[in-house]
C-alpha cells in the first residue's frame, strides 16, 4: 500500500489497535492454552484425556505431562505474538497509514504460528503437533477413525473446530487481503474478499465434515446389523439427527450472507423478510444445539421425563455419576452454554443490533464462542470417561471399549 487516504478508508480505533491477523493469531493462541487447561484440570479430577483419545501415554515418569507439555508449546507461541506486537505498536503508534503499511509484522507471525506446528523440532512437543495433523488431515478428507484408533479425538477436534470456523474465515479473509492488489490485511475488513460466498463456504467447512463424520457413524451402524453390536447400537438414528444438527448451520451462514450483500433487484424478498428468514433458522439451529449439548453430549436428563430429571440417584436434571464437585458447576454451565448459544439475540435489541457488525463485537462473539467450547469440552470429555466406565447411553456408538478405573462421587 502506497499510504494514499484516497485508497485507504479510515481504520476503526479497534483495528488500529488490534489488525484482523492479529486477532486470529491471538485467539488460536489462546485456544492452545485453553487445551492445556483443559488437560490439566480433567487429570486433577482423574480423568485420562490422552487414553479417551487413544494418544501414547507417558513411557517415563520423568516425561512431562500432558497439559505442561501443551503449556509449553503455548508459551512458545506466545512470546514471539507479544513481541511481534509490541514492536507493531511502537512502529505504527496507531496511525491509519503506518498500520495499513506495516501489514508484513502480523503475516511474519502467522507464518511462524504454521511452522511452530509443522517443523519436527523434538523440543516443541513433537509427538503431539504430529498427532494433532494427522488428525487434521484425516478428519479435514472427510474420514473418521474407529474407535480402537481415536475415533473420539477426531469427533472432539472436529467439534472444536466448528467454533473456531469464523476464525477460520477471518483467516482466509487476512490473507486474500494480503495477496490482493490495491488492498492490506491490516487494513479494513473486507468479508467479501475472493466473492460474496467464498468466506461463507469457509466459514461452512468444519460443520460439513461434522455432518460426514454423523453420516459415517449412521452407515457403519447400519453395515453392523445382525453383528454383536446391532443391539446395543440401535439403528442409528441418533446419528441423522445429529447430523441434521450440523446441517441446520448452513441455511444462518447462507441467509447470513445473503443480508450482507442484499440487493433487492436480485432477491425477491424484502430486506425485512429477509431477516426474519434468517432469524427462524438460527432460533432452530441455536435450540436444536442447546439440546443436543446438555442431553446427548453431556448425557444430562434436563430434557428427560420428569421421573428421569429427578430420582434419588442424582440432583434434578443431572445425571447419577458426576466427576465436577458440585452440582452448581452443572447448572451454571448449562446456563452459560444456552446464552452463549443466543448472542445473536443482541440484533433483536435496538441499542446492540448493531454489535455483531463492528470489528470489536466479532472479535469479542468469536473469543465467547471459543470460551463456550473451552466449557464444552470438559463436559464432553467428562461424559465420555462415564459412558466408558459404565456403559454408554442408549443409541449411543461414539465410544471405544475402554476400561479403567472409575472413582466414585
Not at 78 to 84: A, D, I, R, V
Not at 202 to 218: A, G, N, T, Y
Not at 219 to 230: I, M, N, Y
Request: hydrophobic share 45%; proline share 5%.
Amino acid at each position: 500500500m502506497d499510504g494514499d487516504p484516497a485508497v485507504e478508508p479510515e481504520l476503526d480505533s479497534f483495528s488500529l489497535f488490534l489488525p484482523l491477523p492479529y486477532r486470529v493469531a491471538f485467539i488460536l493462541v489462546l485456544g492452545v492454552w485453553a487445551w492445556g487447561s483443559n488437560l490439566h484440570y480433567l487429570h486433577l479430577i482423574k480423568i485420562d484425556v490422552p487414553a479417551l483419545i487413544r494418544y501414547p501415554s507417558r513411557s517415563s515418569p520423568s516425561q512431562s505431562s500432558h497439559h505442561l507439555s501443551t503449556y509449553r508449546f503455548a508459551t512458545l507461541l506466545t512470546l514471539p505474538l507479544l513481541l511481534s506486537l509490541l514492536l507493531f505498536w511502537t512502529i505504527t503508534r496507531g496511525t491509519t497509514s503506518s498500520v495499513v503499511r506495516w501489514e508484513i509484522l502480523p503475516n511474519l507471525y502467522l507464518l511462524l504460528l504454521v511452522l511452530c506446528f509443522l517443523l519436527p523440532l523434538q523440543p516443541l512437543s513433537r509427538t503431539g503437533r504430529y498427532r494433532f495433523l494427522s488428525t487434521l488431515k484425516r478428519i479435514s478428507i472427510g474420514g473418521l477413525a474407529d474407535a480402537h484408533d481415536g475415533k473420539f479425538g477426531d469427533i472432539l477436534m472436529a467439534d472444536v473446530l466448528t467454533s473456531y470456523a469464523k476464525v477460520l474465515g477471518d483467516l482466509f479473509v487476512a490473507l486474500c487481503m494480503f495477496v490482493s492488489s490495491g488492498k492490506s490485511s491490516t487494513g479494513q475488513p473486507d468479508r467479501g474478499c475472493g466473492g460474496q460466498f467464498l468466506v461463507p463456504a469457509i466459514i461452512s467447512v468444519p460443520s460439513m465434515i461434522r455432518l460426514r463424520q454423523c453420516l459415517i457413524e449412521f452407515l457403519r451402524v447400519q453395515r453392523s446389523k445382525g453383528g454383536p453390536e446391532a443391539t446395543s447400537a440401535g439403528w442409528g438414528g441418533q446419528h441423522l439427527a445429529n447430523a441434521l444438527k450440523y446441517a441446520s448451520a448452513f441455511p444462518v451462514i447462507i441467509l447470513s450472507a445473503l443480508q450482507r450483500g442484499y440487493d433487492p433487484a436480485k432477491m425477491g424478498m424484502s430486506e425485512a423478510g429477509l431477516f426474519r428468514l434468517w432469524l427462524s433458522f438460527v432460533f432452530l439451529n441455536s435450540f436444536y444445539s442447546f439440546y443436543w449439548d446438555v442431553a446427548k453430549d453431556w448425557d444430562l436428563t434436563l430434557f428427560s421425563s420428569a421421573f428421569e430429571r429427578q430420582t434419588p440417584e442424582h440432583p434434578w436434571g443431572l445425571r447419577r455419576h458426576r466427576y465436577f464437585h458440585t452440582k452448581e458447576i452443572y447448572y451454571g454451565v448449562i446456563i452459560t452454554d444456552l446464552l452463549l448459544r443466543c448472542t445473536w439475540s443482541f440484533k433483536l435489541s435496538p441499542h446492540l443490533d448493531h454489535f455483531n457488525d463492528l470489528e470489536g463485537g466479532i472479535f469479542i462473539m468469536e473469543i465467547l464462542e471459543v470460551f463456550r467450547r473451552w466449557l464444552w469440552i470438559f463436559f464432553r470429555v467428562e461424559t465420555e470417561w462415564v459412558r466408558n466406565n459404565r456403559g454408554p447411553a442408549p443409541d449411543d456408538v461414539l465410544l471405544g471399549d475402554y476400561n479403567a478405573k472409575f472413582d466414585e462421587d
